[in-house]
């Protein structure tokens, strides 16, 4: 009995391990929104009495036999919207843009239904379900 009780609790856990339901976890000076339960791009908001600033982390997609994590400083929850937004419209409309990210030169490209987004020293994509998820928690 108790095998079975654990193989059902164990095939929930997977269940939910596997989601694209967005999670929101609070530290005590950060907050963590997922895109997915476990995996990348990850929006991070680090916080405290004078500061406030937005992380996007992402796993380089220039190498595929290692883990190359990388992040874009995007500052300010208007900045990290505008982003986000920026993003969202190329997804929509198609159009190839060109911006400046601490002081990284990026292309944000439509490529199927997700965002392509490259530099000199980096590259990820972020699907269009994804940048609303994180367009709505940051709402």
Known sequence: MRKFILTIGLSILSLKANSQIVVREEAKDSVVW????????????FYGEEYSSYT???????YQHITDIKYLSL???ESAQQFFNIVK??????????LEISGELFIVS????????YGSSSSFMISKKQV????????
């Open 34 to 45: 997922y895109s997915k339960l476990a995996g990348l791009p990850k929006l991070v908001h």
């Open 56 to 62: 996007l982390y992402y796993k380089n997609s220039k």
């Open 75 to 77: 500052g300010d929850k």
């Open 89 to 98: 419209k190329t997804i929509q409309n198609g159009n190839k843009i060109s």
């Open 110 to 117: 439509k490529s199927f239904n997700t965002a392509f987004v």
């Open 132 to 139: 609303e998820n994180v367009l709505k928690a940051l709402n």
